[in-house]
């Protein structure tokens, strides 16, 4: 793939960072090596992944960096659960942040489907 700012996926996960940045910002200070570090690091790691993937000559590899992806949104999930138990995000954030998360999800999940049925097809590159 030429240029994964094409891919779905990787415009809802773009998406998400901005608005866990966003939310994050008003975090206790306390949890700037915390918390915060931790959940935005995880976020940024789902697009990153999937655009080192999209630039893999092969659709195995491409799905490797998918999986990872998956991987990171499921820490975030945690993540945002975490923080609210804390109390560092309302219900309405949390609401907000898990949609987008779901939707991010469920985007990056079609994508791996498609790429096993690719590779099930024969196709090996991308």
Same mark, same amino acid.
């Given at each position: 793939?030429?240029?994964? +700012?094409?891919?779905?996926?990787?415009?809802? $996960?773009?998406?998400?960072?901005?608005?866990?940045? &966003?939310?994050? @910002? *008003? %975090?206790?200070?306390?949890?700037?090596?915390?918390?915060?570090?931790?959940? +935005?690091?995880?976020?940024?790691?789902?697009? $990153?992944?999937?655009?080192?993937?999209?630039?893999? &000559?092969?659709? @195995? *590899? %491409?799905?490797?960096?998918?999986?990872?992806?998956?991987?990171?949104?499921?820490?975030?999930?945690?993540?945002?659960?975490? $923080?609210?138990?804390?109390?560092?995000?309302?219900?309405?954030?949390?609401?907000?942040?898990?949609?987008?998360?779901?939707e991010t999800a469920r985007t990056l999940?079609?994508?791996?489907?498609w790429t096993t049925r690719?590779?099930?097809?024969?196709?090996?590159?991308?």
């Amino acid at each position: 793939m030429a240029d994964f +700012r094409k891919i779905v996926a990787w415009q809802k $996960a773009d998406e998400l960072v901005v608005l866990v940045y &966003q939310m994050t @910002k *008003d %975090f206790p200070d306390g949890e700037r090596y915390g918390l915060t570090s931790q959940l +935005r690091r995880a976020i940024v790691s789902v697009p $990153a992944n999937i655009a080192e993937g999209a630039g893999r &000559q092969t659709l @195995k *590899d %491409f799905r490797q960096f998918l999986f990872n992806s998956r991987g990171s949104l499921h820490e975030v999930e945690y993540y945002i659960h975490l $923080a609210g138990r804390l109390g560092y995000l309302n219900a309405d954030q949390m609401e907000q942040l898990d949609t987008v998360r779901r939707e991010t999800a469920r985007t990056l999940q079609g994508l791996i489907d498609w790429t096993t049925r690719e590779m099930e097809a024969g196709r090996r590159n991308l």
